[in-house]
């Protein structure tokens, strides 16, 4: 079990996390939700799809415009106050690896603070610690925020993603972060070649069997492109397909820009494992 905000969730539960990034160049969506009444509206519509967990962002994960800790928060904390009177039992995360943001932001509402840069700022550990929030301990293969692999290699990707995310998982415990609210994240595609990522979907039960809840952020990625070789825009169903290989393997929080399609694969795959009943019963008993 972990919990984040009021939430509680069982070890059976699968939970969607929403992207809505408040940045004008983001990869996806090409800056759709920049607008603070188009994100707002956006969130809405994903609670609606079955969202668990809202996560904003204020700054694009690739290299792009520079964006400093304030402009990073004049984007973001204004829509995670008005989501937290929107939805008071919504999961709020905030997606930055800077402290002095995350600690503004918990303040703000957010329930959990979401670094995909495995540690980059060392306070950001201690901010969760001093206010509760949660915390994603995630692997970018020695890269600083912002920049992307170049010949990475691996001796074993799985095995430098266990031991990565698991010593930042329990330097967060030793500081003073809630062991129930650390999730692990092996970062697809950050410090990694397409290879790296589908050798962790692979092998996804290896971090599973750490005992930390594990979350994937799978959704219309470059592994999924260069696999298919699709582009951006027609990423849906492989993404689809590493997110059900992975639920099946053990992951629990599945961030996702399509979370009507996401909540509807994990559905099932709970359903086929024995972990849900079926929505209605109808066949064959009338």
Known sequence: MFRLGVRRFADSEYAVMAIINRTPDSFFDKGATFAEDVALRAVEAAVTDGADIIDIGGVKAGPGQTVDAAEELRRTLPTVEKIRAMFPEVVISIDTWRAEVAR????????????????AD????????????????SHAGGLTPRTRPHRVGFADPVADVVTTVTALAERAVQLGVRRDGILIDPAHDFGKNTRHSLAITNRLGELVETGWPVLVALSNKDFIGETLDLPVGDRLEGTLAATAVSAWLGARVFRAHQVRETRRVLDTIAAIRGERPPAVARRGLA
């Open 104 to 119: 503004e932001v918990v303040a703000a509402g957010a329930d959990l603070i979401n670094d995909t840069w495995a540690g």
């Open 122 to 137: 060392p306070a950001l550990a201690e901010v969760a610690a001093e206010t509760g929030a949660g915390l994603v301990c």
